[in-house]
């Protein structure tokens, strides 16, 4: 019984390694991506597509760049965050359901997880670059909403009595990018009909975030070195309970 004890905590061990390996090569990718792009003010990009349109003809510019700038809506205007009704130009709302299992445990399990898709402006001056972020989270926006909601429970009706079970509970929570915040962006900028914009692609993610470039790539350093120290260490433990499990009986 033992063995099989240490086998599983070995099992275990091994995924908790994995993930962390995993995230310190994400942070690995990040970094590389963020170096491997070409610092630009927006207003230099506007001035590169020119140029490459005039020379090439419409939709031949396309670069992998980074740029800063301020966030301001498109021009459909601000978006409205679901939770909080707060004005933004981008927002993610997740509600994670709290489920409880006959022995009193735990555990969350994800009902929703919505980021808007209209994009917005990055501007420097007089001009401006459009920003598709899609499903990709923005690093460092503000979360504005993280609350328990409890809904009443009906339970069950047997006359006289009536049997009432755990009310649902559901955990919600908002994050923002107000109209004004300064924002960094890590993508291949195209040229789409007349106007610059920065969207995902399947083989070049796009990245924005509230720090500058340095200080991204600086915790993209910092998030692979602890990945790579917590997965060595949680690999050597990994081996330990297996070769206890192995040798132990003996």
């Known amino acids: 019984m033992s063995s099989l004890v240490a086998i599983v905590f070995a099992g275990t061990l091994a995924y908790r390694a994995y ?11 990040r970094r590389l991506r963020s170096l491997g792009a070409t610092p630009v003010t927006v207003a230099e990009l506007v001035a590169m597509a020119g140029a490459a349109r005039a020379e090439l003809g419409p939709g031949v510019f396309d670069q992998h760049v980074v740029a800063s700038g301020v966030a301001e809506p498109s021009e459909h205007g601000p978006l409205e965050a679901p939770f909080s009704a707060t004005p933004c130009v981008w927002y993610r709302a997740t509600t994670l359901r709290v489920v409880q299992d006959g022995k009193g445990r735990t555990r969350h399990e ?9 994009g917005f402006r990055l501007v ?3 001009a401006e670059l459009h920003v ?28 006289l009595v009536r049997i ?18 300064r924002l960094t962006v890590v993508a291949d900028v195209r040229d789409v009909a007349g106007r610059l914009v920065a969207k995902e692609r399947p083989d070049a993610p796009i990245r924005i975030t509230t720090e500058t470039s340095s200080e991204a790539v600086q915790a993209d350093e910092r ?26 009986p003996f």
Do not use: K, M
């Not at 993930?19 to 990718?29: E, N, Q």
């Not at 009432?164 to 955990?171: E, G, L």
């Not at 949680?234 to 132990?248: P, R």
């Open 19 to 29: 993930t962390h390996v995993r995230a310190a090569l994400a942070g690995r990718s």
């Open 110 to 118: 994800v009902d929703a997880d919505v980021t808007s898709r209209q």
């Open 164 to 181: 009432v079970s755990n009310p649902d509970r559901t955990i919600r929570r908002e994050w923002v990018v107000a109209a004004g915040t």
């Open 124 to 126: 420097d001056g007089g």
């Open 223 to 248: 998030a692979e070195r602890g990945g790579w120290r917590s997965g060595a260490l949680y690999a050597a433990a990994a081996l330990a309970a297996l070769l206890f499990a192995v040798i132990g």
């Open 132 to 159: 598709l972020a899609g499903a990709t989270p923005i690093e460092g926006a503000t979360q504005t909403v993280d609350e328990v909601v409890e809904s009443p429970d009906e339970g069950i009706d047997l006359g």
